[in-house]
């Protein structure tokens, strides 16, 4: 099984690789670009699959918030999984944003409420267009988050077999 940082390494090196073919071979736009390499390095440095193990240091200010995941997901299980995996961690985002959203209404630091919060989700996700640039972002910023991922996921699968 491949090390952190090594994953980090291969990771970058598939990035660059993935990037250059991106922008040269298919010419993609700045938000989908920008969405790509944001989704890959949040995905690498923050909520990789070795999530489950406990975020890491780098985690800083977040580590609370992420530490959860590890008592809901087992190593190599559904945090493992290419499509799975990575939707889990999305959700789990989701799902503490809402829970904080929560707490900080309901103590009277701010009037966004959980309403609020789920209005948004709804709204972005029916007011989808990709033609829209903010969507292209978002779009390219969850595909850099399952490449990133897949690479992490075969890297560990070709590390076990040798």
């Not at 952190?4 to 390494?9: F, M, P, Y």
Request: hydrophobic share 50%; with cysteine; glycine share 6%.
């Amino acid at each position: 099984m491949a090390m952190g940082s090594t994953h980090d390494k291969v990771s970058i090196f598939f990035l660059v690789i993935i990037l250059a073919t991106g922008v040269i071979g298919y010419q993609m736009s700045s938000p989908a670009l920008y969405g790509a390499c944001v989704g890959w390095f949040f995905a690498t440095y923050l909520i990789s699959p070795d999530l489950d193990l406990g975020p890491k240091k780098r985690a800083s200010v977040l580590r609370p918030f992420l530490y959860h995941y590890s008592m809901f997901f087992k190593h190599r299980g559904v945090s493992h999984h290419f499509f799975l995996g990575t939707i889990s961690r999305i959700v789990y985002l989701l799902a503490m944003a809402l829970l904080i959203i929560f707490c900080l209404h309901k103590m009277g630091y701010t009037s966004f409420s959980t309403t609020h919060y789920l209005n948004f989700l709804t709204n972005l996700f029916h007011g989808y267009t990709y033609s829209v640039p903010e969507y292209q972002f978002l779009t390219w910023t969850v595909i850099g988050m399952f490449l990133s991922d897949l690479v992490h996921i075969l890297l560990d699968k070709v590390s076990s077999f040798f």
